[in-house]
């Protein structure tokens, strides 16, 4: 394996690899995951008098990507800290491979889901490699070292997530949206077979975008999920299986994001009028114009 990620280092300063061949042939190094089910049932969460969720009801299979949509304050990032077992909800209950997720220790769940919060970063002026290792952490006991597996792992992350040239740069001297991708590595490089990640897109130029989304379905072929917060709807429409919209604390609309995204859902949840364009056998969808008073 070590020969191998040398000589893929080799081919990349030739040339020979394209992003997206590179993106390819370095996933293909990555171990297929262990299945995985998760199950939020009717998580509530209350602060005070205010409901922040309010029986709020969703799944990730194995192999999926599913998309998590809704309005800047309607608890998106608040359900995925309770679904990483990071807070905990006032009601109901999150179910990780048929066993309650309270119940399980906190390595045993790092090793099965990788969380990238929103706006992730590192003030520390320590280097994109080293941020990436982080992600080795539940994986490491508190009396071993960094082994040659770990720099593999972190290896295939950064070459996945185009990061690889950033290796020796200060994370602090990195753009956003390099950062971001380097967040993104970190998040890979533990071989979880589910992420939960908080508008991970954000801050990424259009390429880079759509490198990303194309990475998470890429790994949902090889049975790696991903639950993924977004607020660009037509990178959800196009590359989501599933969404789920999150209005003022609860699921207003679920299902494939023609049905999930369909034109009440995109007035009265977001305020906007949408133009849909069949195109092959998916259905792009385009915020067009603001929703008519």
């Not at 991708?181 to 890979?188: K, N, S």
Request: hydrophobic share 45%.
């Amino acid at each position: 394996m070590i020969k191998t990620i040398a000589k893929i280092k080799f081919l990349v300063m030739e040339g020979a690899f394209t992003n997206a061949n590179l993106m390819s042939f370095s996933l293909a190094l990555i171990s297929n995951p262990a299945s995985i089910s998760l199950d939020a049932k009717n998580i509530s969460l209350y602060d005070g008098d205010k409901i922040l969720l309010e029986v709020v009801t969703l799944s990730v299979g194995t192999g999926e990507v599913v998309g998590l949509l809704g309005p800047n304050g309607s608890g998106k990032s608040t359900l995925l800290k309770i679904l990483a077992c990071i807070s905990e909800p006032s009601e109901g209950e999150v179910i990780l491979n048929g066993k309650p997720i309270i119940g399980l220790d906190r390595k045993s769940i790092a090793q099965m889901i990788g969380y990238l919060p929103q706006g992730a970063n590192s003030e520390w002026p320590i280097s994109a490699r080293e941020v990436v290792m982080l992600g080795r952490i539940p994986f490491l006991s508190s009396l071993s070292k960094i082994s040659a597996a770990d720099h593999i792992a972190v290896n295939k992350a950064m070459l996945a997530t185009d990061t690889a040239h950033l290796t020796k740069r200060a994370v602090t001297t990195l753009s956003c949206g390099e950062r971001m991708r380097v967040m993104l590595a970190r998040a890979l490089t533990g071989d979880q077979s589910l992420l939960l990640l908080d508008e991970p897109v954000t801050g990424l130029d259009p390429r880079h975008q759509l490198e990303a989304m194309i990475l998470l379905n890429q790994l949902a072929m090889t049975g790696r999920s991903s639950l993924v917060v977004l607020h660009d709807i037509t990178l959800a429409a196009r590359f989501c299986r599933r969404i789920y919209v999150l209005h003022q604390g609860m699921i207003v609309s679920e299902g494939p994001p023609s049905e999930a995204l369909d034109i009440g859902i995109m007035a009265s949840v977001f305020g906007i009028e949408a133009r849909f364009i069949e195109e092959d056998k998916d259905v792009l969808i385009i915020p067009w114009s603001l929703q008519k008073s």
